[in-house]
């Protein structure tokens, strides 16, 4: 059993910052891809950015300046600060994992969202 586990949204006012934190455990071989996607209302789910277990990083156009991905792969953890946010950033954030179990499964994880609500 896996187990994905995020933190830090909430509530801010345009241009401020926000660290998102997404902690993996459970039955964990080791930690592949790690990212962030997210999903407005009444819109499909989007990439935010993601990031390697070497450090590679994929970032969305909309989040390239402003937003910066990181991973501690001894804690399993995958970190999204947000900087300058914008009332369009108004999403629900989830957290995703590709794993090795330690059965040897790669399989794909997804946390259970946290609210990033940014007023104008």
């Known amino acids: 059993q896996v187990q994905l586990v995020e933190s830090g949204g909430g509530w801010v006012q345009a241009g401020g910052s926000l660290r998102l934190s997404c902690a993996a455990s459970g039955s964990i071989f080791s930690t592949n891809a790690m990212g962030w996607y997210r999903q407005a209302p009444g819109k499909q789910r989007e990439l935010v950015a993601t990031?390697?277990?070497?450090?590679?990083?994929t970032y969305a156009d909309s989040a390239k300046v402003r937003f910066t991905i990181s991973r501690n792969n001894a804690k399993n953890t995958v970190y999204l600060q947000m900087n300058s946010l914008k009332p369009e950033d108004t999403a629900v954030y989830y957290c995703y994992a590709r794993l090795t179990t330690r059965d040897y499964y790669d399989m794909d994880y997804w946390g259970k969202g946290t609210l990033v609500t940014v007023s104008s």
């Open positions: 990031i390697t277990s070497g450090g590679s990083t």
